[in-house]
């Protein structure tokens, strides 16, 4: 049981939390979202987006800004992130990212550019030491490029990481070092790092803390208090946050870095996907780290810079790290909001409004079909993989959907992700399409979104913007 949080975590994106007079907040742009806009004294459209897409890697993450200036424009960008997880980076790369910094698209359309993360999360234990060779380099050469744009001063470069780089032999964060095996590697990056200003970026999980270890303590993956809280000399640790927080405190101590800039790249709870995962613990886990942000921890006290994950279920998501992945949204994917998120003064979470749908139409296991019949397994194996299932199974939304249910769960994600087309809902003869919402309990039925017109996945554009207007409420 590692109570300072040792967790592996995957790519996500992020809102950001950090206040400032110029800083609202972030929105992550869905990866097959190819154009907006945005009314005002400057405009988004398909052409610049285009045009921003033909030099940036299809995997750079963005984040929308809002200045409190009325005359600001609404940009594109906050943080950028040259290069793909799992890919080499490619000889290219600086050239096409020096393109965006010699002002030839980026800034000339609104961008606003705090920093420049490179890759996500390298040096996972699970890549095996894939990119151990390259990330330190990609580092330099992103620098050097934002020194040639004369932005050296005004972009930081940092390196998204995961909490398994650093550790606790002693379970105790004044322990803490870097993992033996990239230690100097570690060394390297931060000392770097410290010589440009730039900041040291980690993303931590306290649910990845609970899923991969059944005996975690599930009260210690939040901020209400633990009975047999962590005392680490006059410190106390009464959430594994903290505790996973200061133990990297404490691995920049102890190597000399002693006031790096730490910034939370990621952090959030599912709501499905496990039995761990649901509206009410993510509930509980965004509105309790919401609420101590300012707080900070016992090693760190003051404002914490962190991005929440995430503003929008992804339901294309690969699932390797666990069911979980695709929903880590305080919205479904629709624009309906999961569940009741206090920002303080500024109020609460609002769903998008008047976002279009296909017609109350749903695809179900036909009365007359028979569970033996030999074709069912292969048609609900072809329905999941071609579309989302992940809440079925134990302790899940759906989990508790007998075998025609979960049927026709399968059969009706595929027949929506296809647009309702007709024959979407042929599945042997086993299928039949009904107009009676088949929801039950906490298992939700959904309904596609009518993309006519809209010009991407998101639907109407409308429903785009609602979502940006929407984080700029929240953290402005």
Not at 82 to 104: A, H, S
Not at 252 to 275: H, K, Q, S
Not at 418 to 439: E, G, I, K
Request: glycine share 10%; hydrophobic share 35%; net charge positive.
């Amino acid at each position: 049981m590692h109570l300072t949080g040792h967790q592996n975590t995957y790519k996500r994106e992020r809102i950001s939390t950090r206040k400032s007079p110029t800083d609202a907040g972030g929105f992550p742009r869905h990866p097959s979202t190819t154009a907006f806009k945005i009314d005002g004294p400057r405009k988004f459209g398909r052409s610049e987006i285009k045009k921003m897409e033909g030099l940036m890697p299809a995997s750079v993450a963005r984040e929308v800004e809002r200045s409190e200036q009325a005359s600001a424009p609404i940009g594109l960008g906050r943080l950028v992130g040259p290069g793909v997880r799992g890919r080499r980076p490619r000889g290219t790369i600086l050239d096409e990212f020096y393109e965006i910094l010699n002002l030839k698209v980026g800034f000339k359309v609104g961008f606003r550019i705090r920093y420049v993360a490179v890759g996500n999360e390298p040096f996972l234990s699970t890549y095996n030491g894939t990119f151990e060779s390259t990330t330190f380099p990609a580092l330099q050469n992103i620098q050097a490029a934002l020194i040639k744009a004369g932005l050296g001063n005004r972009v930081k470069v940092t390196v998204p990481l995961n909490a398994d780089v650093y550790q606790s032999p002693s379970q105790l964060p004044s322990s803490g070092d870097f993992r033996p095996n990239i230690r100097d590697l570690m060394l390297q990056i931060v000392s770097f790092l410290a010589q440009n200003g730039s900041p040291f970026t980690v993303n931590i999980y306290p649910f990845i803390s609970l899923y991969n270890d059944p005996g975690f303590p599930i009260d210690y993956a939040f901020f209400n208090g633990y009975s047999s809280p962590i005392v680490d000399g006059t410190r106390t640790y009464t959430n594994v946050f903290d505790a996973n927080y200061d133990t990297l405190v404490w691995a920049l101590y102890n190597n000399g870095f002693p006031n790096m800039t730490i910034i939370v790249g990621e952090i959030g709870w599912p709501t499905d996907g496990d039995r761990n995962a649901n509206p009410g613990y993510a509930q509980r886990f965004n509105q309790g780290f919401l609420s101590r942000v300012n707080q900070g921890t016992p090693m760190r006290p003051g404002p914490i810079d962190a991005y929440l994950f995430s503003l929008v279920d992804e339901d294309a998501k690969s699932i390797q790290p666990g069911n979980f992945e695709r929903h880590w949204g305080i919205f479904y994917y629709d624009g309906t909001s999961k569940y009741n998120l206090s920002l303080g003064p500024r109020g609460t979470v609002v769903g998008a409004q008047g976002v279009r749908r296909l017609p109350g139409r749903w695809c179900v296991m036909a009365g007359n079909a028979r569970l033996d019949d030999p074709q069912v397994a292969d048609s609900v194996a072809y329905a999941c993989s071609r579309a989302d299932c992940t809440s079925l199974g134990y302790g899940t939304s759906c989990g508790s959907l007998d075998a025609r249910g979960n049927i026709s769960y399968a059969f009706n994600s595929y027949y929506q992700i296809q647009d309702q087309r007709a024959d979407a809902c042929r599945f042997a003869n086993l299928s039949m399409v009904v107009t009676r919402d088949p929801s039950v309990g906490t298992c939700r039925f959904g309904v596609m979104i009518d993309t006519r017109g809209g010009g991407s996945e998101w639907g109407p554009p409308s429903l785009l913007i609602q979502m940006v207007v929407l984080v700029v409420a929240i953290f402005a």
